[in-house]
C-alpha cells in the first residue's frame, strides 16, 4: 500500500499461527523510486512534505540477492524457533503430565502403606533379589521378627522352618 517492499516470515507453532517475522521497510537497489507517489501521500495526510520525502530518503535500498538471502535466513530462522517452541510446549505438556502421575503414586503409595500397616493379616513385602523391604506390625506380633532378624527370603524361610520343626 505504501510502495515499499517488506520480508514477512510467518512464525508457526505446531500448526498455529501465532506471528510474524518482519524485516523492515525498504526498496530494491533497481528499482526508482516513485518520488509523486510519496508527496501524494504527504498531502492526503497532512505531513510536512519535505520531511517526508527526506524520510523515504533514508529508507534502506537492498540488492535482489540481498533480499533472497535475508527471506532465507528468515524462513529457516522462523522454521527452528516454530520447533523449538513447539517442542517446548510438549515437554512442558510432559513434566505436567509427570508432575500428576507422580502425585497420584504418592497418595497410591500413602493408601498402600496405611492400608499395610493397619491391616489385621501379617504383610512382608520383599523386593528383587528378595530382599525383606517391609514388614507391617502385625508380622512382627505375630512372628516376633523385624527386618534385621530377617533381611531376606531365606532368612525367614530358615528360621519359620527352624520353628516348625523344633515344635513338632
Known sequence: KNNLWDVVTPLLIGDKHVGNIYSGQFFFEDEDVDVGFFE????????????????????PRFSRERVESLMDFLARFSTLVSMLSYGNLKLA?????????EAALRETEAWFRLLAKQAPVPIAICGLGGRIEYLNDRFTA???????????VEDWFDRWHTAIWVKA
Do not use: M, S
Open 40 to 59: 501524494q501521500r504527504a498531502a492526503q495526510y497532512g505531513f510536512d512534505r519535505e520531511q517526508y520525502l527526506a524520510a523515504v530518503g533514508r529508507v
Open 93 to 101: 505438556r510432559a513434566i505436567r503430565h509427570q508432575a500428576r502421575t
Open 142 to 152: 505375630i512372628f516376633g521378627y523385624t527386618r534385621d532378624d530377617i533381611p531376606g
